[in-house]
Protein backbone atom coordinates (compact mmCIF):
# COMPACT_ATOMS: atom_id res chain seq x y z
CA UNK A 1 0.00 0.00 0.00
CA UNK A 2 2.93 2.27 0.69
CA UNK A 3 3.95 1.88 -3.21
CA UNK A 4 0.65 2.86 -4.00
CA UNK A 5 0.45 5.93 -1.90
CA UNK A 6 4.18 6.96 -3.22
CA UNK A 7 2.94 6.70 -6.54
CA UNK A 8 0.09 8.67 -6.25
CA UNK A 9 2.69 11.44 -4.65
CA UNK A 10 5.21 11.37 -7.15
CA UNK A 11 2.89 11.48 -10.36
CA UNK A 12 0.14 9.18 -11.98
CA UNK A 13 -1.18 8.46 -14.91
CA UNK A 14 -4.41 9.78 -16.41
CA UNK A 15 -6.31 6.80 -14.98
CA UNK A 16 -6.49 8.89 -11.55
CA UNK A 17 -8.55 11.57 -13.41
CA UNK A 18 -11.07 8.94 -13.74
CA UNK A 19 -10.90 7.43 -10.43
CA UNK A 20 -9.81 4.24 -11.11
CA UNK A 21 -5.81 3.79 -10.40
CA UNK A 22 -2.56 5.46 -10.27
CA UNK A 23 0.28 3.64 -12.48
CA UNK A 24 2.00 1.32 -10.09
CA UNK A 25 3.40 -1.45 -12.60
CA UNK A 26 2.33 -5.17 -11.65
CA UNK A 27 5.52 -6.75 -10.83
CA UNK A 28 6.90 -9.57 -13.42
CA UNK A 29 6.31 -12.03 -11.14
CA UNK A 30 2.95 -11.29 -10.18
CA UNK A 31 2.48 -10.88 -13.65
CA UNK A 32 2.96 -14.83 -13.84
CA UNK A 33 0.87 -15.53 -11.40
CA UNK A 34 -2.05 -13.67 -12.58
CA UNK A 35 -1.99 -15.42 -16.06
CA UNK A 36 -1.35 -18.82 -14.37
CA UNK A 37 -4.81 -18.42 -12.02
CA UNK A 38 -6.75 -17.12 -15.36
CA UNK A 39 -5.54 -20.27 -16.78
CA UNK A 40 -3.97 -18.63 -19.91
CA UNK A 41 -3.96 -20.94 -22.91
CA UNK A 42 -2.95 -20.28 -27.04
CA UNK A 43 -6.44 -19.51 -27.52
CA UNK A 44 -7.36 -16.96 -25.27
CA UNK A 45 -7.30 -12.88 -25.34
CA UNK A 46 -6.02 -11.38 -22.99
CA UNK A 47 -7.67 -7.74 -22.60
CA UNK A 48 -5.36 -5.77 -19.74
CA UNK A 49 -7.04 -2.63 -18.32
CA UNK A 50 -5.16 0.15 -17.53
CA UNK A 51 -2.09 -1.56 -19.20
CA UNK A 52 0.66 0.74 -18.31
CA UNK A 53 3.92 -0.61 -20.04
CA UNK A 54 1.97 -3.32 -21.68
CA UNK A 55 3.69 -6.56 -19.64
CA UNK A 56 0.74 -8.60 -19.04
CA UNK A 57 -0.75 -9.01 -22.72
CA UNK A 58 3.48 -9.04 -23.72
CA UNK A 59 3.85 -12.15 -21.25
CA UNK A 60 0.59 -13.94 -22.31
CA UNK A 61 2.10 -13.59 -25.28
CA UNK A 62 5.28 -14.36 -25.06
CA UNK A 63 4.54 -17.64 -22.15
CA UNK A 64 0.84 -18.73 -23.76
CA UNK A 65 1.25 -17.79 -26.88
CA UNK A 66 -2.28 -16.20 -26.58
CA UNK A 67 -2.99 -12.71 -28.43
CA UNK A 68 -3.46 -9.62 -26.19
CA UNK A 69 -5.10 -6.44 -26.01
CA UNK A 70 -3.82 -3.69 -23.60
CA UNK A 71 -5.82 -0.64 -23.13
CA UNK A 72 -4.69 2.93 -21.37
CA UNK A 73 -6.27 5.99 -21.32
CA UNK A 74 -2.31 7.30 -21.12
CA UNK A 75 -0.35 7.73 -25.18
CA UNK A 76 2.46 7.56 -23.41
CA UNK A 77 2.17 4.51 -21.92
CA UNK A 78 0.51 2.92 -25.00
CA UNK A 79 4.11 4.25 -27.22
CA UNK A 80 5.80 2.22 -24.54
CA UNK A 81 3.99 -0.80 -24.69
CA UNK A 82 4.20 -0.75 -27.90
CA UNK A 83 8.10 -0.22 -27.96
CA UNK A 84 7.83 -3.32 -25.56
CA UNK A 85 6.11 -5.56 -27.58
CA UNK A 86 8.47 -5.31 -30.41
CA UNK A 87 11.37 -5.52 -28.12
CA UNK A 88 10.21 -8.85 -27.43
CA UNK A 89 8.98 -10.15 -30.81
CA UNK A 90 5.45 -10.40 -29.96
CA UNK A 91 3.81 -7.01 -31.75
CA UNK A 92 2.50 -9.33 -34.30
CA UNK A 93 0.36 -10.91 -31.14
CA UNK A 94 -0.66 -8.09 -29.55
CA UNK A 95 -1.90 -4.32 -29.55
CA UNK A 96 -2.36 -1.66 -27.55
CA UNK A 97 -5.04 0.83 -27.40
CA UNK A 98 -5.54 4.56 -26.19
CA UNK A 99 -8.49 4.22 -24.63
CA UNK A 100 -10.95 4.84 -21.74
CA UNK A 101 -11.29 1.60 -19.71
CA UNK A 102 -14.81 2.28 -19.21
CA UNK A 103 -15.54 3.12 -22.56
CA UNK A 104 -13.52 0.18 -24.00
CA UNK A 105 -15.30 -2.67 -26.22
CA UNK A 106 -14.46 -6.08 -23.86
CA UNK A 107 -16.65 -8.50 -25.47
CA UNK A 108 -13.88 -10.09 -27.58
CA UNK A 109 -11.86 -11.26 -24.24
CA UNK A 110 -11.41 -14.90 -22.52
CA UNK A 111 -8.74 -13.06 -19.90
CA UNK A 112 -9.25 -9.83 -18.41
CA UNK A 113 -6.62 -8.42 -15.93
CA UNK A 114 -7.22 -5.51 -13.77
CA UNK A 115 -4.82 -3.39 -11.64
CA UNK A 116 -7.35 -0.98 -10.12
CA UNK A 117 -8.50 0.09 -7.28
CA UNK A 118 -11.36 -0.90 -5.85
CA UNK A 119 -13.53 1.87 -6.87
CA UNK A 120 -12.63 1.30 -10.43
CA UNK A 121 -13.05 -2.28 -10.32
CA UNK A 122 -16.38 -1.43 -9.14
CA UNK A 123 -17.16 0.97 -11.70
CA UNK A 124 -16.01 -1.65 -14.39
CA UNK A 125 -18.31 -4.42 -13.02
CA UNK A 126 -21.07 -3.59 -15.11
CA UNK A 127 -19.08 -2.86 -18.17
CA UNK A 128 -17.58 -6.46 -17.70
CA UNK A 129 -20.90 -8.28 -16.77
CA UNK A 130 -22.74 -6.73 -19.34
CA UNK A 131 -19.70 -7.48 -22.16
CA UNK A 132 -18.50 -10.68 -21.28
CA UNK A 133 -19.20 -14.25 -22.53
CA UNK A 134 -20.10 -16.73 -20.09
CA UNK A 135 -16.71 -18.61 -19.10
CA UNK A 136 -14.57 -15.60 -19.53
CA UNK A 137 -12.04 -15.27 -16.72
CA UNK A 138 -11.11 -11.66 -14.91
CA UNK A 139 -8.28 -11.50 -12.57
CA UNK A 140 -7.74 -8.43 -10.21
CA UNK A 141 -4.27 -7.12 -8.33
CA UNK A 142 -4.68 -6.21 -5.09
CA UNK A 143 -9.30 -5.24 -5.03
CA UNK A 144 -12.15 -6.79 -5.41
CA UNK A 145 -15.48 -6.26 -7.42
CA UNK A 146 -17.15 -5.55 -3.72
CA UNK A 147 -19.88 -7.53 -2.17
CA UNK A 148 -22.13 -7.77 -5.01
CA UNK A 149 -19.95 -10.02 -6.94
CA UNK A 150 -18.00 -12.46 -4.59
CA UNK A 151 -14.69 -13.91 -6.41
CA UNK A 152 -14.86 -17.66 -7.48
CA UNK A 153 -11.02 -17.84 -6.10
CA UNK A 154 -8.91 -15.59 -4.29
CA UNK A 155 -5.04 -16.38 -4.15
CA UNK A 156 -2.97 -14.84 -1.35
CA UNK A 157 0.69 -15.29 -1.55
CA UNK A 158 4.32 -13.51 -1.04
CA UNK A 159 5.67 -11.80 -3.75
CA UNK A 160 9.68 -12.08 -4.67
CA UNK A 161 9.72 -8.55 -3.53
CA UNK A 162 8.42 -9.77 0.00
CA UNK A 163 5.29 -8.23 -0.28
CA UNK A 164 2.10 -10.04 0.60
CA UNK A 165 -0.43 -10.03 -2.66
CA UNK A 166 -3.78 -11.15 -3.26
CA UNK A 167 -5.56 -12.07 -6.68
CA UNK A 168 -9.16 -12.56 -7.12
CA UNK A 169 -10.48 -14.63 -9.87
CA UNK A 170 -14.17 -14.02 -11.53
CA UNK A 171 -15.94 -16.15 -13.97
CA UNK A 172 -18.41 -14.44 -16.29
CA UNK A 173 -21.95 -16.31 -16.34
CA UNK A 174 -23.89 -14.08 -18.37
CA UNK A 175 -25.62 -12.63 -15.06
CA UNK A 176 -25.16 -8.87 -15.40
CA UNK A 177 -23.96 -7.18 -11.96
CA UNK A 178 -24.93 -3.24 -11.84
Not at 72 to 94: F, M, Q, T, W, Y
Request: net charge neutral.
Amino acid sequence: MIRVLAAVTLGVSALVAQNLAPYVPTPEDVVDRMLELARTTPRDVVYDLGCGDGRIPIAAAKQYGARGVGIDIDPKRIEESRANAKAAGVEHLVEFRVQDALEADVSGATVVTLFMLASGNAKLRPVLTRQLKPGARIVSHAFSMGTSWPPDKIDQFISARGDEVTLYLWKADGTFRP
